[in-house]
């Protein structure tokens, strides 16, 4: 049987989440030659190709239907997309997954590239989707458990830990983004799609300390401030998705019918997973977090 669904980024961490998810035969695009497996629900098929060259991306895409596209990152987007595209034939729906604060978060200069280039990057791969003439979905999404917590681990190892003051997170957890992709998935194209972000917003201190308590530490933590448009942006929450519930009955006035049910809906299928429970899962197999609370 060939494969309807190509995925790029199957072998990564949102990638190999999504896959056990998605029915039949699918195939995975990889970098590094691997031996093909089963699972229990689907078929996996691997092919080898590099996003960034085009090289093995036409043989990748021949004859799928859907490609989700969850190979993106800091850089190449813009070129990764457009190899894609091309590769694809008109009817192909492609389902792109990019991050929240890819449109608000501005790159006017050298320190905003340097620092935040990634947002600019998914914006610039978003573009080459959105005008590939092909059906497209778009899921923004705001960064998982596990980005964060892997930052958290290595600033942890400093005796004195930098951080940026005014820097929040709306964190989600990358299994409530793989059920919603792998949804998104098997439905007809539907454009832009709601944010979808974690339940709370959490200051980038408070997540260290808690990341410090849980694993019984003591840390001094040296609040900078970075320079630029971009760190200006995310101060002010371009990173974040949902506004707070009392902010959304605010907008409600502002808003049409339609509008207004897409945004409850959106606060409805919100992620439900905190960082908290998240922590304290994460760190359950490594010995006991103390003091961490989830919902
Ligand atoms: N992590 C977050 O917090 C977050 C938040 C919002 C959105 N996103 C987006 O979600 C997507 C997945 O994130 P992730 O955390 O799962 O990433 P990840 O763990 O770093 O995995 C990256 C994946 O991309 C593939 N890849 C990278 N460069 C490639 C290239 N040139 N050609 C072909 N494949 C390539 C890698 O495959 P091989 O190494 O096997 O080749 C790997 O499977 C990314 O697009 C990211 O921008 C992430």
Redesign the pocket.
């Known amino acids: 049987m060939t494969a309807q669904i190509l995925i ?9 989440r999504v896959l056990p998810l998605l029915p039949g035969r699918v195939r995975v ?4 030659p ?1 031996p093909d497996t089963d699972t229990a629900t689907a078929t996996v098929e691997h092919v080898t ?5 085009g090289e093995g991306i036409a043989h990748a895409t021949e004859g799928v239907s859907t490609v989700l ?6 850089r ?2 813009r070129t ?1 997309a457009h190899h894609l595209v091309r590769a694809t034939g008109p009817r192909t729906h492609i389902l ?5 604060g890819a449109d608000r978060v501005p790159m006017v200069s050298r320190v905003d590239r340097a620092m935040f280039g ?1 947002f600019a990057e ?1 914006r610039a791969a978003e573009r080459v989707i959105e005008d590939s003439g092909r059906p497209w979905t778009t899921l ?5 458990h ?3 917590l892997l930052v958290v681990r290595k600033l942890a190892g400093l005796p004195v830990i930098p951080v940026p003051a005014g820097v929040r997170f709306q ?2 957890d ?1 299994d409530e ?1 793989a059920s919603r992709l792998a949804e998104l998935a098997l439905g007809p194209p539907r454009g832009l799609v709601a944010d979808l972000a974690g339940p709370e917003v959490i200051s980038m201190d408070a997540m260290i300390r808690s990341y410090l308590k849980a694993t019984g530490r003591t840390r001094l933590l040296l609040p900078i401030r970075l320079g630029g448009r971009a760190y200006a942006a995310i101060r002010e929450g371009a990173n974040l998705a949902a506004p707070t519930h009392a902010s959304r009955e605010n907008d409600r006035s502002f808003r049409t019918e339609a509008e207004q049910a897409e945004a409850e809906q959106a606060e409805a299928d919100g992620g439900r997973i905190s960082w908290g429970r998240f922590l304290a899962g994460s760190l359950s197999s490594a010995g006991p977090a103390a003091g961490v609370t989830g919902r």
């Open positions: 790029t980024g199957g072998t990564g961490t949102l990638g190999r695009l990889t970098r590094n691997r190709g590099d996003l960034a060259t596209h969850l190979a993106g990152g800091p190449d987007d990764k792109f997954i990019s991050v929240v990634y998914q923004r999404a705001t960064q998982f596990d980005l964060l964190p989600v990358a983004v």
